[in-house]
């Protein structure tokens, strides 16, 4: 994992912008069930290859977190949009999620440390956490944006 500096989090704004766009254009041009299904297609791919290639390969991680994010984006926006779940329900649906893999990684690791990611095990566990991680964001963002009216 790299070390947390300032260009990692500009990276990551910038993922997390590009996952926004990203998501929504294929829905809006190509017919949705196939842009749906092109989604998961895609973040399996890109992480078959994060969990083929060596864990230090800054590429594919940062190709994962693209990917991990369009995919986490569009699972909110499904919930919401295709299948008129309150934003409110799956921000708690899947943070309750994110405590069961939490507490689950912790049981079976003995440790939450991304830093001692040598197993593939934990590296599942890692990825899991991050796309859960996405889903509560994207639908509390939702909510502000849409629900309680704040806007764009």
Known sequence: MPQIAAII???KILTTGMSETTSDFPVHRIDPPVALALGPAIFGAVLAAQ???PWNNAWIQWAAVLSVSIFGTMAA?????GLAIACIVSAI?????LAVIFATWY???GTLSI???TAKRRETFYWAIVLATL???RAAEDMST??????F
């Open 107 to 109: 049981f079976a690791e």
């Open 135 to 137: 889903a509560p964001a």
């Open 9 to 11: 989090w500009v990276v």
């Open 115 to 117: 830093h001692g990611i």
């Open 77 to 81: 926006d499904v919930l919401h949009v």
């Open 93 to 97: 649906f899947f943070s309750a999620a």
């Open 146 to 151: 849409t629900s309680l009216e704040l806007g």
């Open 51 to 53: 969990w083929a290639a």
